[in-house]
Every structure is written in structure tokens, then in C-alpha cells.
């Protein structure tokens, strides 16, 4: 009896042993799940910080408030939701389907979850005084009752906002409902969309249809030389192979999230497709899907083409995505 | 009376303790022989896959190697599907693995994958495939990972996945273009067998299987890419060409 008692007692210190290190949630919170929409990949949920309502809108609450900063800024000054969470001037990355990413930013300088993405925002971007939080009349109590903490740290910060970014879940575009068979494409659409599917634009090679990207990174053939301004990948990696390589964007709700490219060199996306028709750079690390014979220096696609890929990339717009109001400033 | 009984009780009480002590420690002492001497109930096979070009040992970038129609090339992305395994053991016995595995060369561990509950035997033959049965090779089929759906073959063609992605550049006067073989569809699935003298007795065995990029270059078709398409997939025959060259890819 007392070994077995033992052995009992044991696994019950082995099993809170296990819950060290988390943070404790209150029962009063309201979890949710997320659910992957067709064609999406599955979505891992981080145990770590489980969904709720109320950590959701705390994360909500947060991206809006200058609070976070010391320049006066909140997240949604430069990531814009009319504009797919990007704005203009900083050429900022969209925060669409962002639960999927396995790599932050546009050399995948942050590679994990999006708590991790969140932390460096906090704590190496904004550089957040969590004082001020931990002074604020409101959120000490609204972290209390999510993260059953007394105290603020940048890391409650960082997965409140995380909560409120893994909800930004944009799969209901025109294409979409093509897919599920509920919406025709017009004709300009359906050869814009044959064009990005087959060899003659290839697109779905790296805008995996789905996500609309791969989670991976190439480079397309943008520029002839390389160095600190366009190194992309290789900043990270310091592998010679990965000059140039950027992300993989998605490509959802892409009509509004210019100007293009790491850089924004294009303003429309008319230009984009004159580049990938015309102005892709032939070096060694151009990646082999830009460069096939005969289409080397671009696609050659007619004028009418060229307009039929701009439709079909405008019905990758989700206009019940940038209009949500669970997205919007509370 | 009652004063008597105590003593025997707790004798009981240890006697079980005793038991459950030394049942607990001698499976402990069964289970680490398992691993060193005994012969257990079931053996398990790690499969690795080890990729080279004739005889060195695969390096993406830059261009430095050269198929059999001399032109030189390099490797940027291999991804594929092996699946169906079956290890024939020598009484005529199979063991068929129902799973389909993703190989990718930038992840290491995408390159090896192991068997459990192998028939402890001596086995005379590997058979696997290079792709999915046309049974399993259906857009949605596979568990929707950000890999499946990257290897998704579009429904407009057939659908299904890619069973190979092989993509590298070439260089022509200096200029590297460059090439990608895809194959799909599922009459493209490529079925390998091959001879084996193996016994599989304990647990974590080990097979190295060679995988040799050049062999998809030639035999039966040289492959000239400053001549033939560097883009297959468009084309049923060419992908036919360069699945016919696949069969002598995979070797122990």
C-alpha cells in the first residue's frame, strides 16, 4: 500500500510539475477554438495561451493603444485593417491568416509561433514600458482576469496581442466560394486563374492555393545584385543560397495591401504582373520556376492576360474580412 | 486476539510491497535487455534516405555537378512522396507500411522515418513508391499541412499531389536557367523493388537507401536540358521521359 501510495504521489508531482511555467487561466474565461477553413492547412494551437473572448479583446484592445509605445504609435499605425493591416508608407507586411506562419517578417528573422512574433515585437520593436501598464487604471485588472496574474510582463503583452492576431482569418473571397462551388468566375477571372495554376504563370508554385503563399522563401528574380538592402533571407541564414529569397506573401486581399514587394518598388499590382511578364533578373540564385526556357525573361502573356491575372488576383479579396468589426478599433 | 493479528497484517503489507518492488525492477531489468540481448517480439527499421550525385554526397548550390549530356547543374529543392513500403521476408511473409512519407531535403528529418511491429526475419526484398496509389493520390487526401498543400497538384490537371518535385539551375554559356521536374498524376507513381539480404532481429535497425539524382538525367533517355524541356509539367510524355529514367534512382 505505502509503494503504491508513493508511486501515486509521484505522478501527481510529475503531473503539476508539468503545468510549472504556465500561466494558470481563471475559470470565468470564455475559451474558443479557431477552426482551419477548407483548403487551409490544420491549425496548431499554442497550449500555452489558450483562446478566449476576453484575452482576445484584450489583445484587440492593445494592438490599438499608443500605450504599447514611447513614439505615440500603436500597432495599427502603420497596419491598417481597410488596408489588409498594412499602410502605405511603411510598406508594413498584412496580418492575414497569420496563425499559419511558421516565419515572421520578410527574411523569417523570427521563426515560431506567433507569442514568439509577438515578444519581439514588444520587447525589440516597440520596446514597451510595461510600467505603464502595470500603472494604467484598466488593464491590470482585464490581465488579471486572463492571465490570472497580479503582474504585467512583456510576455502577457506579447500573447494577449498574439490571441487577437491568430483571429485575423481572412477565406472568404470570391475565389473561395468558386472553389466550394457556390460563385462562378467571370471568364477574365477564369483565365487569370488557369494562367496562375499552369505553366503559363505558374504562380501557384509558390502561392500555394490555399494560403496563397508557402511559408517558404525564394527569390524572384527582382534585382541583379545583392547586398544589405536586398540580402533577404541571407541576413539570417548567411547561406549563400538564400540571396534575395523573401517570403512567400499572401496573396489575399493583395488589392489593397500595396505598394509591393520587400522594398514596395510597385505601386499596382499591373505592374507586379508586368514584372513577373517581362522583368524578371536571369542570376544564379533567381529561383528555377522564374527562369524556365523560353519564358526566362518573363511570361509573355498578351495585354488581355495581363488584365484577366489582375482579376483573378482581385478574387482573392475578402471585403467580410477587411469590413469585420471584431477586427476594428473598440 | 486482536494484538496478535497486527503483526501478520503488516507482514502482508510488506509482503506486497516486496512483490510490487521487485515485479517493478525486474521489468525494468526485462525491458533494458530488450535492447541488448534477448530477441524481442517485433523488430523496427530506420529507413534513411541518403542523396547523391554519382558518388558525392548531395550539396544544394551552387552549380557544380554534370549529368550524363555534360550539362552542369545544381540543386535547389527535391521534395517527394515514398509510400506503400513492403519488406518480403524470406518464408514469402510481408510487411506492408500503409503510410505515405514526405521527404524533403531541407529537412532533416523528413530524410529517415522508421517501421514498427516488423516480424522479427530475415528479409529478401524492399518494394516502395515513389508517389501516391491512384486511390490516395485525391486532392484533400492528405492531412492538410502547409507541406501537403504546398505538394498539391491542381484539380484542373487531374488533381491529386505532386509525387516529385525536382528543381535545380543549369548553366548555358555561363547563364543559369532553370529546370524542375515534376512529376504527377497518378499513372506516374513509380514502383521500386529491390533486392535485399537483411535480417531484422531487434529493435532500430538500419537501411541506407541511396537515392542518385543523376540516374533521373539518363537510362533509358539521355536528358539534355540545353535541348530537351526543363519543364515538365505540362506534358504527359515528358513526364513519362523522365519517370522512365526514375526507376534506377533508388538503389541499397
Not at chain 1, 529569397?245 to 505601386?267: A, C
Not at chain 2, 534516405?49 to 555534360?70: C, K, R, T, W
Request: with cysteine; net charge negative.
Amino acid at each position: 500500500m505505502k509503494s503504491v501510495v508513493c508511486i501515486l504521489s509521484i505522478f501527481l508531482i510529475a503531473l503539476s510539475c508539468k503545468k510549472d511555467g504556465q500561466i494558470e487561466p481563471v475559470e470565468t474565461l470564455t475559451f474558443v477554438s479557431l477552426e482551419a477553413p477548407v483548403n487551409f492547412p490544420e491549425i496548431q494551437l499554442n497550449n500555452s495561451n489558450p483562446l478566449s473572448i476576453e484575452g482576445i479583446e484584450l489583445g484587440r484592445k492593445l494592438y490599438y493603444d499608443t500605450i504599447l509605445s514611447s513614439t505615440g504609435k500603436s500597432c495599427s499605425s502603420c497596419h491598417l485593417q481597410t488596408s489588409s493591416f498594412t499602410e502605405n508608407s511603411s510598406n508594413s507586411q498584412s496580418h492575414v491568416n497569420l496563425i499559419w506562419n511558421q516565419y515572421f517578417l520578410r527574411n523569417g528573422q523570427i521563426e515560431g509561433t506567433l507569442e514568439d512574433a509577438m515578444m519581439f515585437e514588444v520587447e525589440s520593436f516597440f520596446h514597451t514600458d510595461i510600467s505603464k501598464l502595470n500603472q494604467d487604471p484598466l488593464y491590470p485588472k482585464l490581465f488579471k482576469k486572463v492571465f490570472g496574474k497580479a503582474e504585467i510582463t512583456s510576455k502577457e503583452v506579447a500573447y494577449a496581442l498574439a490571441q487577437f492576431l491568430s483571429t485575423l482569418i481572412s477565406s472568404n473571397s470570391k475565389f473561395d466560394s468558386y472553389l466550394k462551388g457556390q460563385t462562378m468566375l467571370n471568364s477574365s477571372e477564369l483565365n487569370g486563374l488557369d494562367i496562375f495554376l499552369t505553366e503559363r504563370g505558374d504562380c501557384f508554385h509558390c502561392h500555394s492555393v490555399g494560403l496563397m503563399g508557402d511559408n517558404s522563401f525564394h527569390n524572384i528574380g527582382l534585382d541583379l545584385t545583392f547586398n544589405s538592402l536586398n540580402w533577404g533571407r541571407y541576413a539570417v541564414t548567411m547561406n549563400e543560397v538564400d540571396k534575395g529569397k523573401f517570403k512567400t506573401p499572401s496573396l489575399r486581399n493583395v488589392e489593397f495591401s500595396g505598394p509591393y514587394m520587400h522594398d514596395g518598388r510597385f505601386s499596382s499590382l499591373e505592374e507586379v504582373v508586368e514584372f513577373y511578364n517581362s522583368g524578371v533578373q536571369v542570376t544564379a540564385y533567381t529561383d528555377p520556376i522564374m527562369t524556365k526556357p523560353g519564358k526566362e525573361f518573363g511570361l509573355q502573356l498578351s495585354n488581355q492576360d495581363k488584365i484577366d491575372l489582375v482579376n483573378f488576383l482581385k478574387a482573392l479579396s475578402d471585403t467580410s474580412f477587411l469590413n469585420n468589426t471584431k477586427f476594428s478599433k473598440p | 486476539m486482536k494484538v496478535e493479528k497486527k503483526p501478520s497484517l503488516s507482514f502482508l503489507n510488506w509482503g506486497i510491497t516486496a512483490i510490487i518492488f521487485f515485479s517493478i525492477s525486474f521489468s525494468i531489468v526485462l525491458s533494458s535487455c530488450e535492447k541488448t540481448g534477448v530477441m524481442p517480439q517485433f523488430s523496427s527499421l530506420k529507413i534513411s534516405i541518403h542523396h547523391v550525385i554519382d558518388a558525392e554526397d548531395l550539396e544544394l548550390f551552387p552549380i557544380q555537378y554534370m549529368n550524363e549530356s555534360g550539362n552542369t547543374y545544381s540543386v535547389t529543392d527535391l521534395k517527394y512522396y515514398v509510400s506503400s513500403i513492403k519488406l518480403t521476408k524470406q518464408n514469402g511473409d510481408i510487411y506492408f507500411d500503409q503510410q505515405i512519407h514526405y521527404v524533403d531535403i531541407k529537412k532533416t528529418n523528413s530524410l529517415s522515418f522508421v517501421l514498427d511491429s516488423i516480424e522479427p526475419g530475415k528479409y529478401i526484398k524492399i518494394e516502395f513508391d515513389l508517389g501516391i496509389d491512384s486511390v490516395r493520390n485525391q486532392t484533400g487526401f492528405l492531412l492538410n499541412t502547409v507541406d501537403n498543400l504546398n505538394m498539391a497538384w491542381p484539380v484542373s490537371m487531374e488533381g491529386g499531389y505532386h509525387f516529385l518535385k525536382f528543381e535545380g539551375k543549369y548553366n548555358i554559356n555561363s547563364v543559369p536557367y532553370g529546370f524542375a521536374f515534376h512529376l504527377g498524376k497518378s499513372k506516374a507513381i513509380i514502383h521500386y523493388e529491390i533486392n535485399l539480404n537483411k535480417g531484422l532481429y531487434y529493435w532500430n535497425e538500419e537501411l541506407i537507401l541511396k537515392h542518385d539524382l543523376n540516374e533521373w538525367f539518363k537510362t533509358p533517355s539521355n536528358y539534355n536540358l540545353e535541348v530537351d524541356e526543363p519543364y515538365i509539367m505540362n506534358s504527359d510524355s515528358l513526364i513519362n521521359v523522365i519517370r522512365q529514367n526514375g526507376f534506377d534512382a533508388f538503389s541499397l
